[in-house]
């Protein structure tokens, strides 16, 4: 309590009601690969790239030895992505990708992006191997911030692809998402001191991500990022049926289809999770969206006096942020009964609880699932027919 000790008028500040959340970026990604051009600066970390004419400055175009990286961050860039951190490292080996944790300032690799809070998505472009991928998944489910873009094989076919996704890949928080086939699209390369575009195939990663971040900026991360059109791509490695896309998307490999005047899309929505709770690839972001914009913005209860006006203001803080989200559309319910509930009372705390320090508040959303099944059933009605 504030001290009085001589007469006279006292003005004082104090907090009232509910604080505002912010919710967090979630189309911050974060690439690694093998860099034509890499100095010790830049080498095994996390680098700040917020355009295609920087990353060419730090990291240089495509090269034999480096032939994934620069052409995936110029498709992300292309297909509406606005910033990115990049860990460029010497080669494209598991072990230089997967990179070592030597503990703050000295991870490498993919582990050097741990560090970097604001990393929503993870990518390293034509990296298909077991071991890299399954480091993706495991750094997602983890940290619970990001959630991975995986490519498939440059040469895979159907039965190839649909046994990566059933014997390597799985994340049953759904923190993953498989794309199939390779992407055509020009791809900048240095001649005789001159840049010029060569066609070549490359791995989707990039240009998927890209369309991750050009749906969240339009849309909501709440929209599934799908039947969106994949920009500078000019054919696919395997042009799919809708037979065999039957084969792959129940499996949830993501396929990526030529249509006739529509362009080149992404079609598909699916995660890599054996749950279907977290089947679709809208869901798990929406969740992480909304779980770290609660975090961070409520580090202020911390060390809070744990009784009922606390939890009141808390309650009240959740409530309006998930009333925002409602509606922009996110959540189901055409109220907010209907979408949302948060408790934080002596219903979610027991006093052992309390006395432990522990706050507990119990939050359900009623996420907002994709129209993937559009059914439109029609029969043959005549004015004396029973309707």
């Not at 929209?223 to 500078?232: D, G, H, L």
Request: with cysteine; hydrophobic share 40%; aromatic share 10%.
């Amino acid at each position: 309590m504030s001290e009085y000790l001589s007469p006279g008028v006292y003005v004082e500040e104090f907090e009232m009601g509910a604080k505002p959340i912010e919710g967090v970026s979630t189309s911050t990604v974060g690439f690694v690969g093998a860099a034509s051009k890499l100095d010790s600066e830049h080498e095994n970390r996390a680098v700040f790239v917020p355009s295609w004419a920087d990353f060419v400055a730090k990291y240089g175009l495509y090269s034999t030895n480096a032939p994934y990286l620069a052409p995936a961050v110029y498709a992300f860039f292309a297909n509406g992505g606005k910033r990115c951190y990049v860990v460029g490292v010497k080669e494209n080996k598991d072990a230089a990708l997967k990179g070592s944790d030597g503990g703050p300032g000295k991870r490498t690799g993919l582990e050097a992006l741990k560090e970097i809070d604001e990393v929503s998505i993870l990518a390293v472009p034509g990296a298909v191997s077991k071991g890299v991928q399954k480091a993706m998944i495991a750094q997602c489910e983890l940290l619970k911030d990001r959630f991975c873009i995986l490519d498939s094989a440059e040469d895979a076919d159907i039965d190839t692809v649909k046994k990566q996704r059933e014997d390597n890949l799985t994340s049953d928080g759904g923190y993953g998402a498989l794309y199939y086939p390779w992407i055509k699209m020009g791809v900048e390369i240095e001649t005789g001191g001159k840049t010029e575009l060569k066609s070549m195939f490359v791995p989707p990663s990039g240009a998927v991500a890209g369309i991750y971040a050009r749906s969240d900026s339009e849309r909501g991360v709440h929209k599934a990022p799908a039947n969106e059109v994949v920009r500078s791509v000019t054919e696919l490695k395997y042009t799919l049926t809708e037979a065999e896309q039957d084969i792959l998307n129940p499996k949830g490999v993501n396929c990526i289809r030529a249509f006739s005047g529509r362009g080149i899309r992404v079609w598909g929505a699916r995660t890599i999770s054996s749950d279907p709770s977290w089947k679709y690839v809208n869901i798990r972001r929406l969740f992480i969206y909304l779980e770290e914009s609660i975090q961070e913005a409520t580090q202020w209860v911390v060390f809070e006096p744990n009784d009922e006006r606390l939890w009141a203001r808390v309650r009240v803080t959740i409530e309006n942020f998930l009333d925002r989200v409602h509606r922009d559309g996110a959540l189901m319910g055409s109220t907010p009964e209907e979408a949302y509930f948060v408790r934080c009372d002596r219903t979610t705390m027991t006093q052992d609880d309390i006395d432990n320090g522990r706050l507990i508040v119990v939050i359900g959303v009623a996420p907002v699932k994709p129209a993937e099944f559009v059914i439109f059933k029609i029969a043959q009605w005549t004015a004396s027919a029973n309707q």
